[in-house]
């Protein structure tokens, strides 16, 4: 089983920064794909951003420019700087990865989810 704890979420104000990071523990063969994900109250849960293990990145349009994720192998983490934050932004935010334990088996698993507020 495959855990992921995520931190940095909080109040703060338009134009500012924040930066995110979700760290993965448990009995872990191989990390794939890592991904940040927000979710609006009775909207669907949307991409955000994406990172592949080799480094490859995608984004949603809203936030080209302004976020940049990165990811540390090393420590099985997944970063998402924020920046220009706007309050469209105001969202829980999800982290997001595939991960394969010693049996082979692929594990799909999902952060607790940490609220993101931006103010006027």
């Known amino acids: 089983q495959v855990q992921l704890v995520e931190s940095g979420g909080g109040l703060v104000q338009a134009g500012g920064s924040l930066r995110l990071s979700c760290a993965a523990s448990g009995s872990i063969f191989r990390i794939g794909a890592m991904a940040w994900y927000r979710q609006a109250p009775g909207k669907q849960r949307d991409l955000v951003a994406a990172i592949t293990s080799d480094g490859t990145t995608n984004y949603a349009d809203s936030v080209k420019g302004r976020f940049t994720i990165s990811r540390d192998n090393a420590k099985n983490t997944v970063y998402l700087q924020m920046n220009s934050l706007t309050p469209e932004d105001t969202d829980v935010y999800y982290c997001?990865?595939?991960?394969?334990?010693?049996?082979?088996?692929?594990?799909?698993?999902w952060g607790q989810g940490t609220q993101v507020t931006v103010s006027s």
């Open positions: 997001n990865a595939m991960a394969r334990d010693y049996s082979g088996r692929v594990f799909i698993n």
